[in-house]
């Protein structure tokens, strides 16, 4: 029987993940990588512009092990875990808010390790070739072929392919050859606010704040976060207006805005390291949804190349991984019908890489019927969850959520899931948590307006039955309380 062959372009996480999987499950794999090879010494250091350290969660890791139990332990073993979120008020108090009230954490990791991971993972594989420094420069999705330029010697390496699959990222050239061969809607748009990352080194050789926790420092319309790596520094993050970024032009000013906003993290920073935000690159945030995700049996889009996002709810990578998961399930269950196929045990050994155009359709199709929609749910999520990390997390109303929530998970844990629970602890999909929480939120202000109603009656009621008599007042009557009631 013919082996079939997949052509990935993109060899950053996601691309990296997927060529994983399609090793294992029989296929013959060619990856494409524009960047140079990051595990080669005379790279390192150079890095593409997007974060240094990422949080992976519930969804990321049950990708990961759904591959290979083994390869989720060498990740396990290069994560710091966060318990919660350590917010940073102006005076310099901090206070500690759990992520679950169970226990669970995210994990910080470092990008150019967890990508070195999965590269070496896939060639071990026969059969997978990585090249890099090859960049798409044209796709036929017809003829089910690409062909590549050789950034090094300038030369063009034409391919096919049974599949092709665009793991290129945010400016996926994959999506727009993809335009030319279907209908897609697509809806991209920038933020007001862009990003950029400091580096809070380690003081006398430890970290220099809790390294349990997911540093914020909160302030309404921007803010600042932290998170641990490795070689006990932290990476943080400041994200803001453009205008705001704008109005920094000197060293005092920068210094000001410190002083001003973020007093309690200059000696942990130092000058040195303040100072990088004029030297330190900015990037843009933007979100872009779109759908459909392939074209026939003969090509796919998958991670940021189908769904950028903001990073808010750190869940870009996560949700990618979890594209290549639901495909690889997807595959499965044509492969093997009878078995169940979101059993990653009983899928062990399943192959894919006989299927026919006509499965590999059958599987694609289903697969567009459920990732868009995702995977928009998430950017809405993302999108929600700055207001709540630049500002919600301070309010009064926010904490009473966090703490009622959490004690009714407790003791209704199917009926009430917090939404974080929801979306990094779980795998129930975006979408349906979006709704779930939704209705949540519709209850919680229910009991809310009626814990309220009946304590203003109650106070009501004590005023008029002790002061009434002496004001010349007297307590309604039942039908008059029911229509108080009624409003
Ligand atoms: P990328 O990582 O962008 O990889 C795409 C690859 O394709 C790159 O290696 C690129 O070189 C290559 N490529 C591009 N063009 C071509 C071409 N023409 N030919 C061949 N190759 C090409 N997500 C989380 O889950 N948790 C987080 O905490 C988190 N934090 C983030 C913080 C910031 C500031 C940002 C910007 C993003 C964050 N994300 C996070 C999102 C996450 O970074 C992305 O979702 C993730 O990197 C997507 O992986 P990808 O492989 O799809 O794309």
Not at 8 to 18: D, F, K, P
Not at 170 to 194: C, M
Not at 312 to 324: K, L, P, R, S
């Amino acid at each position: 029987m013919k082996q079939n062959k997949v052509v990935i372009s993109g060899g950053g996480l996601v691309g990296s993940l997927a060529a994983c999987y399609f090793a294992k499950r029989g296929w013959i794999v060619e990856v494409y990588e524009k960047r140079p090879d990051p595990r080669d010494p005379d790279n390192a250091g150079k890095r593409n512009h997007r974060s240094i350290n990422l949080a992976i969660s519930t969804r990321g890791l049950s990708s990961i092990n759904r591959l290979s139990p083994d390869v989720e332990k060498k990740v396990m073993d290069i994560v710091l875990p966060m318990y919660g979120r350590m917010i940073h008020s102006l005076d310099g108090s901090t206070n500690a808010q759990a992520y679950s009230i169970l226990g669970k954490a995210i994990n910080s990791v470092d990008r150019g390790i967890l990508n070195e991971i999965l590269l070496d993972q896939c060639e071990t594989f026969e059969g997978t070739k990585v090249f890099f420094q090859h960049s798409l420069e044209q796709c036929d999705m017809d003829a089910k072929t690409a062909t590549f330029k050789n950034l090094v010697t300038g030369e063009e390496v034409f391919t096919s392919a049974d599949l092709i699959i665009g793991a290129d990222g945010a400016h996926s050239p994959t999506r727009k050859f993809l335009q030319y061969y279907t209908k897609v809607n697509i809806e991209q748009k920038y933020i007001d606010h862009g990003y950029m990352e400091l580096e809070m080194k380690a003081k006398d050789g430890n970290f220099a704040m809790d390294k349990e926790h997911l540093h914020i420092w909160p302030r309404k319309t921007f803010m600042l976060i932290a998170l641990p790596n490795l070689d006990k520094s932290f990476t943080c993050t400041l994200f803001m207006p453009w205008s705001k970024f704008e109005s920094i032009k000197t060293e005092d000013d920068l210094n000001e805005f410190f002083k001003e906003y973020f007093p309690d993290s200059i000696p942990l920073f130092g000058q040195e390291s303040i100072n990088e935000f004029f030297t330190n690159p900015k990037g843009a945030l933007f979100y872009v949804k779109c759908t459909p995700h392939h074209y026939k049996s003969n090509a796919v889009i998958v991670g940021d190349a189908a769904h950028c996002t903001v990073p808010f709810y750190a869940q870009g990578m996560n949700c990618g991984f979890e594209d290549i998961e639901t495909l690889d399930t997807l595959l499965c269950e044509q492969a093997a019908p009878l078995i169940d196929s979101k059993d990653p045990v009983a899928c062990q050994n399943i192959k894919t890489s006989t299927l026919t155009p006509e499965q590999i359709e059958a599987a694609l199709i289903k697969y567009t019927g459920c990732r868009p929609r995702d995977s928009a749910s998430m950017i809405d999520l993302a999108m929600y969850n700055y207001i709540e990390m630049r500002h919600s997390v301070n309010t009064f109303s926010y904490k009473a959520r966090l703490w009622l929530e959490g004690k009714l998970h407790l003791i209704m844990p199917k009926v009430v899931i917090p939404l974080y629970t929801m979306v990094s602890f779980s795998k129930i999909s975006y979408t349906d948590a979006t709704i779930q929480w939704k209705k949540q939120t519709k209850a919680l202000q229910n009991v809310v307006s009626v814990f309220t109603k009946l304590s203003l009656a109650t106070i009501a009621v004590l005023l008029v039955k002790y002061s009434g008599p002496r004001l010349g007042l007297r307590l309604p009557s039942f039908a008059e309380v029911a229509r108080i009631f009624r409003k």
